[in-house]
């Protein structure tokens, strides 16, 4: 194709157009010299029911530069009279040390236990609390989050993203991703709630803190 259209040409994934870039030069040109114009990002099918284009990885446009520079600014000014992400990073080293040392030394697959502290780092950043590694709501919400990415780059999915328009009436993974992701967002909607009606203006305590003080702004 590149032989016979050049560099840039367009192919169709299913209805979807699709643009190709060939070689190191095209590639630099669109995604270094015009970064702005290329600064979008597609829709993932599989999750627009539930996301509709909002929040910080699946907003675009406007909405998603000015989400992307307020969650910079905050994550800037965590340190500032409250808790740094070093410290929170530094509170969940600590609490890994110590279920490592539970094994006595016998043979261990920490993978669980890696995904519990990176987990537990953005819960502290975002909720303002880290969750006991056996804690059922956590777990059930880890669980949650692998499950649903492991469907989303499932092959089903795929097919779903090319042939959205039709599939979304029968039965397939998009139906259990779109339930994973509601009860995840119920979560997440019932802890605002819970910050929204102790909030304290003079005193952010994390992520949804500083989010419910700049809508009021």
């Known amino acids: ?4 259209y050049g560099d840039v040409f367009t192919v169709h994934l299913g209805p ?18 015009q970064a702005e114009a290329f600064s979008g990002r597609g829709t993932i099918a599989v999750v627009q029911p539930i996301f509709k284009d909002y929040g910080v990885i699946f907003a675009n446009g406007e909405r998603w530069k000015a989400l992307r520079r307020f969650s910079l600014a905050t994550m800037r000014d ?11 990073i ?3 080293a600590r609490c890994l ?7 006595q030394g016998a043979p261990l697959d920490p993978t669980f236990l890696f995904q519990c502290i990176t987990a537990n780092i953005i819960c502290s950043i975002v909720f303002g609390e880290r969750f006991d590694y056996k804690d059922r709501q956590f777990l059930r919400l880890l ?8 469907l ?3 092959l089903s999915s795929q097919v779903f993203e090319l042939f959205s328009g039709f599939l979304k009436y029968f039965p397939g993974t998009h139906i259990q991703v779109s339930k994973n992701l509601q009860e995840i967002l119920d979560y997440i909607g019932h802890s605002v709630e819970k910050h929204r009606a102790t909030l304290d ?11 419910l003080l700049r809508m009021e702004k």
Do not use: H, W
């Open 1 to 4: 194709l590149r032989e016979k």
């Open 16 to 33: 979807k157009p699709v643009v190709m870039l060939y070689g190191a030069e095209a590639i630099r040109e669109a995604l270094v010299d």
């Open 78 to 88: 965590f340190g500032m009279g409250k808790r740094s992400v070093e410290e929170r």
């Open 90 to 92: 530094q509170e969940e």
């Open 97 to 103: 040390v110590e279920d490592l040392r539970k094994s």
């Open 143 to 150: 669980d949650l989050f692998y499950r649903t990415f492991s």
């Open 152 to 154: 989303i780059s499932s």
């Open 201 to 211: 203006p003079n005193s952010p305590r994390d992520f949804i803190d500083t989010y």
